[in-house]
């Protein structure tokens, strides 16, 4: 077991969890090795929350592949999907969205499409983003079937750009992006562009409409995510875990003292973290 440290029983746990890498294999994107714990989960009744920077296309149907009936968030902190009935009321600033209440947080897409379009003269073929690719393209940098790269490319709100420079030319474009008002993100496999906006922001917002609207319970969030991309609601959970990657050095968190990190990768370590938090008596 990865720790000794255990969420009291009388809290209500909500698991934000990011998904490429911690919830899904890094390599073939499977869940398999999660699944007694999703199963486990569902019988407390634990609310396990997507908080990704994937479309809400891709996590409408990853819920659905593992049953998950509760909120997500989606693309870096961008936007939250709350179902209608989770709530008493709907949360102030949020919008009806096909069964959910939709609270954004970040401009559309378009405006990165643009800001990436006056980059190229000066980069060239030094990065390539998603909008600007072929299916066959998205589908080679991402290892993922036709249908499900279709999935990813259905953004809204923020940018994946796949860098195919050195590390030091990617110093200066990220610079320059920067000095156009952008907030880069290293995720787990791709540079995403997306406005001021992160994962741990969004969480907040959630955990607090848990809070005040369902208040008899005493609501504590558990994130586990294993990117850089993930430190944002890693250091603002209440319990933080970092989950062991084949590709990516541990995110470096800085303000968590309910920190646990797994001795397993993906899925695997997801599982055995939560039975360490959550199941250990």
Known sequence: MPSNLTVPSKLSPLIFTDLDGTLLDHENYSFSDAQCMLDKLAQHNITVIPNT???????????????????????NGAAVYLPKDLLPKQPADTTADNGYWCKTFAPPRSQWVKLL?????????????????????????????????????QREFGEPIEW???????????ASLKALGA???????????????????AMQWLVKQYQEQLNQQEWVSIALG????????????????????????????NTNQHLITSTLTGPAGWAECLQSLLFTT
């Open 226 to 253: 294993d990117g850089q991309n993930d430190i944002s609601m890693l250091e603002l959970a209440d319990y933080a875990v970092r989950i062991l990657s084949p590709v990516n050095p541990l995110p470096v968190i």
């Open 164 to 174: 195919l420079g050195s590390i030091e030319q990617k110093k200066h474009f990220i």
């Open 183 to 201: 907030n880069p993100v290293e995720g787990g496999r791709f540079m995403h562009l997306k406005g001021d906006t992160d994962k741990g922001l």
């Open 53 to 75: 920077s994937k479309t809400r296309a891709e996590v409408l149907k990853i819920s659905q592949a593992m049953e998950l009936k509760g909120p997500f968030i989606v693309e």
């Open 117 to 153: 379009h006056s980059l190229q003269t000066q980069y060239g073929d030094l990065f390539r983003h998603f909008a600007a690719m072929s299916i066959e393209q998205v589908c080679q940098a991402t290892g993922l079937k036709t249908q499900d790269a279709q999935l990813a490319m």
